[in-house]
């Protein structure tokens, strides 16, 4: 099988903390394919494969990864490394998303800032997107589109009794984003803006742990989990709770506010995004809020 996997390698996707993604073809048919690292990696590929196997058994049609084989080191006397085969997700991290969002807002700041004087065509359209009220409730609409996305995929971990512990963009997939979308920031067309995430995915599943839905009670671990940028401060300490994601998911929601604080300004919404991101990155695992208190939040859901 590994000799399978090295001759058809369509193509090397970006290189990630547990291993090497690859995409293969069989049968002219794509599939991807995670080569775990050799240090400790038996672990998290065996405990990725099992919170899969568990989240398509209890929600088939939900967007995650669909695993089809763990192929496990020494299994064949060629295989040196632990293999996991999955479907194809054809898409985009969201740190994508966010970076178009920090230069959009960098080009807006330029034309008001420094070049304020406009007097090409091109400048005169973008003054027209910046100041267009379609284009910016569709942005803010995004926003909350795709922090309410993310909640809900993480209630669903939560309600199997599984908490991420690894939340950040480069393991949330934006799949069938438009084609050239914002490659050129004069010539976005707001009236699709709404249209840019068709379905998003969470992946990445090695650092799963047990939790009971919504209770907040710390449970200590062996080795710190997680991607230093966004982990919580109790899992610096080797413990966790249901909220340990929801931390994760408010650095997320910091990063974006930070990338499009001028729309939000210019709405009136900065306040309340920074007030829901505030609750979500309360220190204190104990007194901040739960995944079901995050997807009921107003401002979210547009009933403030």
Same mark, same amino acid.
């Given at each position: ?13 970006? =290189?990630?903390?547990?291993?090497? &993604?690859?995409? #293969?073809?069989?049968? @002219?048919?794509?599939?991807?394919? *995670? +080569? !775990? ?58 740190r994508y998303l966010i970076n178009l969002f920090e230069k959009y807002q960098y080009h807006i700041n330029y034309h ?12 005169? =359209?973008?003054?027209?997107?910046? &100041?267009?009220? #379609?284009?910016?409730? @569709?942005?803010?609409?995004?926003? *909350? +589109? !795709? ?9 669903i971990c939560h309600s199997i009794g599984l908490t991420h512990l690894d939340i950040k963009p480069e393991n949330i997939l934006l799949s069938n984003i438009l084609p ?60 966790? &709770? ?63």
């Amino acid at each position: 099988m590994t000799k399978f996997i090295i001759n058809n390698i369509y193509k090397t996707l970006p =290189n990630g903390y547990s291993g090497q &993604n690859y995409v #293969i073809n069989y049968k @002219n048919s794509l599939y991807t394919v *995670k +080569k !775990y690292k050799n240090i400790g990696n038996l672990f998290i590929a065996k405990n990725e494969y099992n919170a899969l196997m568990k989240l398509n058994k209890y929600f088939p049609t939900a967007d995650f990864p669909k695993p089809f084989k763990l192929i496990l080191k020494n299994s064949e006397p060629w295989i040196n490394n632990n293999f996991l085969l999955y479907d194809y997700i054809n898409g985009s991290d969201s740190r994508y998303l966010i970076n178009l969002f920090e230069k959009y807002q960098y080009h807006i700041n330029y034309h008001n800032l420094i070049k304020p004087n406009l007097t090409t065509p091109d400048d005169q =359209n973008l003054i027209i997107n910046i &100041n267009n009220q #379609i284009f910016i409730n @569709n942005l803010i609409k995004l926003i *909350k +589109k !795709y922090i309410l996305d993310i909640a809900k995929l993480i209630e669903i971990c939560h309600s199997i009794g599984l908490t991420h512990l690894d939340i950040k963009p480069e393991n949330i997939l934006l799949s069938n984003i438009l084609p050239n979308f914002f490659k050129e920031y004069k010539t976005i067309k707001y009236d699709n803006l709404l249209y840019i995430i068709n379905q998003l995915y969470l992946i990445d599943f090695g650092f799963v742990h047990p939790i009971k839905y919504n209770n907040k009670e710390l449970i200590k671990i062996n080795k710190r989990v997680g991607t230093i940028k966004y982990v919580s401060p109790e899992m610096l300490a080797k413990t966790y &709770n249901c909220t340990s994601d929801i931390f994760s998911l408010g650095k997320i929601l910091d990063e974006i506010i930070i990338s499009t604080n001028f729309f939000l300004k210019h709405n009136n919404q900065l306040d309340n995004a920074r007030s829901l991101c505030n609750d979500m990155l309360i220190e204190n695992p104990l007194h901040r809020m739960t995944i079901t208190d995050v997807i009921n939040n107003k401002w979210l859901n547009n009933t403030l």
